[in-house]
């Protein structure tokens, strides 16, 4: 059938919005069972620190109901990490649900206390009592690696988990030894905070009866977060819990996580036999949430007198934090297969160190290695050009894998199996006026100000969380219900499976349900990460949908006395093609004597190999040298997603990933005080998040190749503009500083402190 004016393709309005617009969200914290009780942790004020802990006196005051220390879930399982090396396993260590004896960093959890109200909550938390005897820390990757530094860990001498490689080292080396020239950079990835809107919230009701525990909570997956918990912490069958998730206010990968917090409701729950409430404050997010990016590179490129790349050599050191998360070391690990990017590089080693340090644990955020990786390809690219005095577009024309070459394995055994990224390049360069760019120079110049533009053409993978599954159900009034484990968290999952759904039925969006985040519903799931939910759920969805439009087409060509293959299904009826006679879905689901199993099916979908978005981004920046302030008034994206499901939703998402890339660009880092590992930036304070007077009108284009791995061509998107926007924006602030002073270089975020004091510097150094 032809496309719908709701199917896949068109600009349908997000179904979502509505009802949060109206304030009639339903968040974690809004659900408050009859006499719950709260909950707070008591957190190590300390980096490194031993201890001892009495709770003796803090138990017996009014309204406290439990304490929980260490010694109490002392027979709990800790939180697991899901990553291992695949040819040289590490054994990492515990990571308890309470720290006993020893803390590894600021906000490190000692102790959970319930209470019939939080005022009581809070008296408690205050009167444990705790002897701490700090200890000294090891603070940030680079110090952390040092002879002599404090250790974390005894069992990891020097603090390095893991040091590993990847590529051909020989070959590598070979090309340098050839190489006309090399460029190099030596770059710092900051730590990042990851904060959303809603923080982190759960509530944990026990059924005695049934020895069964009901969660309900913000995540970004209520089956993972229900099987870690019961398998690995708990130590139960799954069927003795249910995870619920309602409205989730942004999660960006951290949300995707099990915490402590999760296994200490569910043990006192079960302990005081009442329903606990416990809500993260924003400090509790600074240092209890999985932290983001947090990486030192240095990055070498092997270059022919053509501009052509011959090798590259990478030594990257991650920083972990004080314990493995649950995707922690594969971040630096699985990010550095993206490094060669979309570039031509036969020859190219990486060598990967994963550091532990006293600070809060590092995991994934918006991107999960990726945005690193590109970052560090795009910035020795600028590197490359001008060392060779050649134009930021030029070397990458130069060096582009081009179309003809597809399906390309790069050196990392990445299979990029579609694109044209030359072209996508070309176009930005079109929209962005590059042409007229010097007079746009002079023009600032004329007011004291310096303008630089910057490119950046990325290739991020996604798509590959596993099996997602999807069931589509006809229901008695008609209307379909769409049941599958992905977890909406602003994405607009509500729409875009409603449009896979209207593609093949041809019904209005609101016809179409979609249920997720409860696992006595949803049979399984994945969850929502690594931009999966349509590359793999949206399959699943369609190919259900066209196995139910199969078995309802059988159902109907009985009741219309007729052959299936005379049927066609649009608004809701089933008709005989070229004819008045029809049956809709509300009949022929209430028909008498109907199979009820053929009003339902299920589809299960996984991309081995992933899909590999990419694209262009061009940003224009006005710099004033008398006070490094930075102001962008020009970005253009151009980006290949394979095919487009919803315009309205793809922009929404390439809007927000390149707002949060501008603001660790520009403003964020999160600063930990490097003699006793306090978090300096521990407060909205002192962190500093963007605002929309930040940003830029974004002019934003696609120039899409269908993918060819996926059955619908598309490639994942909710990543892509957290993965193209730092390299532009940084290349952008060092293109102005080149052209004016020769600087080469800075690091994010390029706050207007560090811009004049790059100044400042340079104009000492040549007045010597």
């Known amino acids: 059938m032809a496309p719908t004016k709701f199917g896949v393709g068109q600009s349908v309005l997000r179904k979502e919005d509505d009802p949060l617009i109206r304030g009639k969200g339903r968040y974690t914290d809004d659900y408050a069972p009859q006499a719950s009780a709260h909950a707070l942790v008591l957190r190590s004020p300390h980096a490194h620190a031993t201890f001892t802990l009495d709770a003796g006196a803090a138990r017996q005051l009014p309204g406290v109901l439990a304490i929980l220390t260490a010694e109490d879930v002392k027979d709990l399982g800790g939180l697991p990490c899901l990553f291992n090396l695949p040819d040289n396993p590490f054994v990492g260590p515990d990571y308890p649900i309470l720290a006993g004896g020893e803390v590894r960093h600021v906000g490190d959890a000692v102790a959970f206390v319930v209470a019939d109200t939080l005022a009581h909550a809070r008296d408690a938390v205050e009167a444990v009592a705790v002897e701490w005897t700090p200890q000294p820390a090891a603070i940030g990757a680079g110090n952390a690696i040092k002879p002599g530094a404090p250790q974390v860990w005894p069992q990891f001498p020097g603090n390095v988990l893991f040091d590993a490689s990847i590529g051909d080292k020989a070959a590598a080396d070979a090309a340098f030894a050839k190489a006309h020239a090399v460029a190099e950079i030596k770059i710092v990835n900051p730590r990042i905070v990851t904060n959303y809107m809603e923080t982190r919230a759960a509530v944990c009701e026990y059924d005695a009866k049934r020895d069964h525990f009901t969660l309900t909570i913000g995540s970004q997956g209520s089956h993972r977060l229900r099987d870690i918990l019961c398998q ?30 999760y296994a200490l409701l569910a043990v006192a729950a079960k302990r005081i036999g009442k329903p606990i409430r416990w809500t993260a404050d924003r400090s509790d997010h600074f240092v209890g949430d999985s932290q983001g990016r947090d990486n030192i590179t240095v990055a070498r490129m092997a270059l022919a007198e053509d501009g052509k790349f011959l090798g590259m050599d990478v030594d990257l050191i991650g920083d972990l934090g004080g314990y493995l998360s649950t995707f922690g070391p594969y971040i630096p690990y699985g990010g550095a297969g993206m490094l060669p990017g979309l570039y031509d590089i036969k020859a190219f080693h990486c060598r990967i160190r994963t550091v532990f340090t006293h600070t809060v644990p590092v995991d ?29 577009d030029a070397v990458r024309r130069k060096n582009f894998i081009p179309p003809r070459a597809l399906p390309y394995t790069t050196a990392t055994g990445k299979v990029y199996d579609s694109g044209d990224f030359a072209a996508h390049l070309k176009r930005a360069l079109e929209v962005g006026e590059w042409k007229d760019f010097g007079k746009r120079i002079k023009a600032a110049k004329k007011q004291g100000l310096l303008r630089g533009l910057g490119l950046a053409s990325y290739v991020e993978v996604c798509g590959t969380m596993g099996e997602e599954t999807a069931k589509v159900v006809l229901d008695p009034d008609g209307a379909i219900t769409v049941l599958i484990g992905s977890q909406s968290s602003g994405q607009g999952h509500q729409t875009a499976y409603a449009q896979i759904v209207a593609e093949q039925f041809g019904v209005a969006p609101e016809q179409v349900r979609v249920v997720q985040g409860d696992t006595d519903k949803v049979a399984t799931g994945l969850g929502t990460g690594g931009s999966a939910s349509i590359p793999s759920g949206g399959v699943s969805v369609q190919r259900a949908t066209q196995q139910l439009g199969a078995q309802l087409r059988e159902l109907a060509a009985d009741a219309l006395e007729t052959s299936a293959a005379d049927l066609e299904i649009a608004d809701g009826i089933i008709r005989i093609a070229g004819t008045d006679r029809t049956i809709s879905f509300a009949d022929l689901a209430k028909r008498p004597g109907v199979d009820p199993a053929k009003l339902n099916a299920s589809a299960t979908f996984s991309s081995a190999d992933g899909t590999y978005p990419n694209g262009t981004h061009l940003v224009e920046i006005e710099l004033d040298p008398a006070t490094g302030k930075i102001r962008i008034v020009n970005y253009v994206i151009v980006d290949d997603f394979g095919v487009t499901l919803n315009p309205l939703l793809l922009a929404g998402q390439v809007h927000g990933g390149t707002m949060q890339g501008i603001g660790q660009a520009l403003m964020e880092q999160a600063v930990y005080d490097s003699e006793d590992g306090q978090l300096v930036t521990g407060t909205f304070m002192d962190y500093a998040m963007p605002r929309a007077a930040d940003g830029a009108p974004i002019v934003f284009e696609t120039h899409n190749v269908p993918c060819t791995t996926n059955p619908m061509g598309v490639k994942g998107a909710g990543e892509a503009g957290a993965i193209g926007s730092c390299p532009a924006v940084v290349n952008a602030i060092i293109d102005a500083l080149w052209r004016e002073y020769r600087i080469d270089h800075i690091d994010m975020p390029a706050t207007p402190e560090r811009v004049w004091m790059a100044i400042r510097e340079h104009e000492r150094q040549h007045r010597l």
Not at 365 to 390: F, H, S, W
């Open 364 to 392: 994934a955020y918006r991107g999960a290695g990726r945005p690193e990786a590109a970052y560090v390809i795009e910035r020795l690219v600028d590197a490359c050009a001008r060392k060779l005095g050649m134009s930021p």
């Open 232 to 261: 690995n912490v708990l130590k139960i069958p799954t069927d003795k819990m249910r995870v619920i998730c309602p409205d989730v206010g942004g999660g960006f990968g951290t949300k995707l996580f099990p915490y402590r917090e």
